[in-house]
C-alpha cells in the first residue's frame, strides 16, 4: 500500500523559503506513469494545486506560483520535495503531497499525504 508522509518546519518567517518534503514509501516515485503532486489549502479556502513531478522527472507549475516555486526528487530516498520562495501570511496553508496515474480515467489522486500545517510569521 502506497503511503505518503510531508515533513518540514511548521512556522516559516515572511521572505524566507518554505521547505517541505514527502517520502513516499510501499511504491516508487519513478512508477511508470504516475506524478507526484504538491497542493495547498488556505484556511478557509479550496485546494489550490502548485505543481507536480512527473515519474520521469519533468515538471509543471501553477502560473501563479511558477516564479516562486521548485519542485524536485530524491529518487535514492524516495521523496519529492518543494520549495517555496519569498513566502508572505498569504502562504499559510495545510500542504499536502499527492499521487495520481496519468492514465486514470477518473478525476482525484490515488494517494494523498495527511498534509502539514505551515505558518507564515514573524
Known amino acids: 500500500q502506497v503511503q505518503l508522509q510531508e515533513s518540514g518546519p511548521g512556522l516559516v518567517k515572511p521572505s524566507q523559503t518554505l521547505s517541505l518534503t514527502c517520502t513516499v514509501s510501499g511504491g516508487s516515485i519513478t512508477t511508470r506513469a504516475y506524478y507526484w503532486s504538491w497542493i495547498r489549502q488556505p484556511p478557509g479556502k479550496g485546494l489550490e494545486w502548485m505543481g507536480a513531478?512527473?515519474?520521469?522527472?519533468?515538471?509543471y507549475y501553477s502560473p501563479s506560483l511558477k516564479s516562486r516555486t521548485s519542485i524536485s526528487r530524491d529518487t535514492s530516498k524516495n521523496q519529492s520535495s518543494l520549495q517555496l520562495s519569498s513566502v508572505t501570511p498569504e502562504d499559510t496553508a495545510v500542504y499536502y503531497c499527492a499521487g495520481r496515474s496519468l492514465t486514470a480515467n477518473v478525476p482525484g489522486y490515488d494517494y494523498w499525504g495527511q498534509g502539514t500545517q505551515v505558518t507564515v510569521s514573524l
Open positions: 513531478i512527473v515519474y520521469e522527472g519533468s515538471n
